[in-house]
């Protein structure tokens, strides 16, 4: 069981936008940063989102994060059929001093 | 081009030992805190230890902590994982990780992952 939750799967037609959720607690999510991972089937996760908000050099602008509270999300825009992958957020615990990742999210593109 | 390389997995049986390295390029790797991130098959990602840049300091999640070491040989740009009393629930990839900041939490660069499988 993580100590982040996300939903298991989450679809939307290419084009279209998804969002994905975070969920944490005051001792991860609500007092650090969060970052997000794609790993496509296969691959070594890749850094997509680092400091809650932004974007390593390369990651396409339709890829965006946010973090309110305790909860933090991934929005993708324009989706695309390469952009089918599992999803990962990942943070800090004070409370755990370890670092901490959600479930992971299926990304389907229908 | 930064690259991480692992190697050392292997089938092993319950109870004993492994070690795995990861040959760091592309970055001045004394200057950064590396980390071990495993996966087992079929499920999500999990953090199992970090090594500050010089070595110094060392965190583990709970699930390895007094069974796994983390070093790093900084004269040789690798990294290590020293793995005993391995169990069956060890079995999962293990990705080497480069862990750019102690604050933001986020690693930046991952190796390919070497398997570890524990079983008799």
């Known amino acids: 069981q993580s100590v982040l939750t996300q939903p298991p799967s989450v679809s939307a037609a290419p084009g279209q936008k998804v969002t994905i959720s975070c969920s944490g607690s005051s001792s991860n999510i609500g007092n650090n940063y969060v970052s997000w991972y794609q790993q496509l089937p296969g691959t070594a996760p890749k850094l997509f989102i680092y400091?809650?908000?932004k974007r390593p050099s390369g990651i396409p602008d339709r890829f965006s994060g946010s973090k309110s509270g305790t909860s933090a999300t991934l929005g993708i825009t324009g989706l695309q059929t390469g952009d089918e992958a599992d999803y990962y957020c990942g943070t800090w615990d004070s409370s755990l001093s370890s670092v901490v990742f959600g479930g992971g999210t299926k990304l389907t593109v229908l | 081009e930064v690259q991480l390389l692992e190697s050392g997995g292997d089938l092993i049986q319950p109870g004993g030992s492994l070690r795995l390295s990861c040959a760091a390029s592309?970055?001045?790797?004394?200057?950064?805190?590396m980390s071990w991130v495993r996966q087992a098959p079929g499920k999500g990602l999990e953090w199992v230890s970090i090594?500050?840049?010089?070595?110094?300091?060392?965190y583990y999640a709970d699930s390895v902590k007094g069974r796994f070491t983390i070093s790093r040989d900084n004269s040789k740009n690798t990294l290590y994982l020293q793995m005993n009393s391995l169990r069956a629930d060890d079995t999962a990839v293990y990705y080497c990780?480069?862990?750019?900041?102690?604050?933001?939490?986020?690693?930046?660069?991952w190796g390919q992952g070497t398997l570890v499988t524990v079983s008799s």
């Open positions: 400091d809650s908000n």
């Open positions: 090594i500050s840049d010089s070595g110094g300091r060392t």
């Open positions: 990780a480069k862990y750019p900041s102690l604050v933001g939490a986020f690693f930046d660069y």
């Open positions: 592309g970055f001045t790797f004394s200057s950064y805190a």
